[in-house]
């Protein structure tokens, strides 16, 4: 249920800000060396998206609900997923070109996704009781502490869940074609540019 509704949102999310992108551009277009770094900072905070989101998915596809999962990635973040996710949503901002939808982004999803992990761990503290407030305490919910990696010799992996995830996850290499065909479209004048954001 909830994740249907994270979909929903996301999408409602995405239609505003589709639509500023069509009417504002980025004023560092006038600086090629600035925007390459920004374009391909971007390309590899997408491609390190997918990639960790279909990593984390091996350990935990299927099992969400019914296992508390504190191995590999989850062993050193509580949230994983949601980390990979924040650096696609930094990744898009990047792709843009400017501060400006990278700090709105930023601040939407910190916003959005502080409540959906309240939610997930008010479930999980329910699930899992003394087990869960044992690896609440011991791994961090948002910053990564390498220290604490622990591994098995072996995980059960379900392909179809990776699937799902590398589907889902891939829809952030949408952002590369529509940026790029934005960007053109403004340059040759067929989309108006009312606004050149920093």
């Not at 709105?104 to 959005?112: C, S």
Request: glycine content about 6%; charged content about 15%; hydrophobic content about 50%.
């Amino acid at each position: 249920m909830l994740l249907k509704a994270r979909t929903r949102h996301t999408r409602y999310a995405a239609v505003p800000f589709v639509l500023a992108l069509l009417v504002t551009d980025s004023s560092w277009r006038s600086w090629p060396l600035i925007n390459e770094v920004y374009q391909w900072a971007g390309y590899f905070a997408l491609v390190l998206c997918v990639m960790g989101r279909a990593w984390c998915s091996a350990y935990i596809g299927g099992r969400k609900n019914y296992e508390l999962t504190a191995i590999g990635p989850y062993s050193v973040v509580r949230n994983p997923l949601y980390v990979f996710s924040f650096i696609g949503v930094v990744g898009i901002g990047l792709c843009t070109g400017t501060v400006t939808y990278l700090a709105i982004l930023t601040l939407l999803f910190a916003g959005y996704y502080a409540v959906v992990v309240w939610r997930e761990e008010k479930f999980l503290a329910a699930t899992f009781g003394d087990d869960f407030a044992n690896y609440t305490a011991r791994v961090p919910r948002w910053i990564p502490d390498f220290s604490l990696w622990s591994d098995t010799e072996e995980i059960v992996v379900k392909p179809r869940f990776i699937f799902f995830t590398f589907r889902d996850s891939a829809l952030f290499f949408l952002a590369f074609p529509l940026l790029d065909l934005i960007a053109y479209f403004h340059g040759i004048g067929i989309l108006p540019v009312l606004w050149r954001l920093p």
